[in-house]
């Protein structure tokens, strides 16, 4: 679930169906994020997602279909990274530009999610540990 959760952070907010949200998960929704603006749904394959502003910032929150709260994400810029995430970056990605920077949490455990591009190909790495990043996915651009 983590992994699919975090490559859904770098794809394409508009993918899924707005819906109707079911009680239990706007209710819930309401009372963590009370401050939330501008709130729009979308139902995934398994989960619900909001899309909401809170303090100037965007945010993501997921629900499972059993309404039970799964984690939350939000864009960041890259000086927002730990140091040792962002030396790795510059380290063995230097020749890339970052598209998407996303930290997350999801049972209380953070991560990130870089989106990395150059002429050739889009990387998608990881990071749960702070500390190393992970290829989740290689794209070659045509």
Do not use: C
Not at 44 to 53: G, P
Not at 84 to 96: I, T, V
Not at 97 to 126: F, M, R
């Amino acid at each position: 679930m983590l992994t699919a959760l975090a490559l859904t952070f770098t794809a394409s907010f508009a993918n899924g169906v707005s819906t109707e949200i079911p009680n239990n998960i706007s209710t819930d929704f309401s009372r963590h994020f009370t401050d939330a603006k501008n709130v729009s749904w979308v139902k995934e394959d398994s989960y619900y997602k909001a899309s909401f502003d809170l303090e100037g910032s965007e945010f993501f929150a997921y629900y499972g279909s059993d309404a039970s709260f799964i984690g939350i994400a939000h864009s960041i810029l890259s000086d927002k990274l730990p140091i040792m995430l962002q030396a790795g970056l510059k380290k063995g990605y230097s020749g890339y530009w970052i598209t998407d920077l996303y930290e997350y949490s999801v049972k209380h455990e953070p991560g990130y999610v870089a989106t990395l591009e150059n002429a050739d190909q889009t990387i998608v790495l990881k990071s749960n540990d702070l500390s190393t990043w992970h290829v989740e996915k290689k794209i070659k651009k045509d």
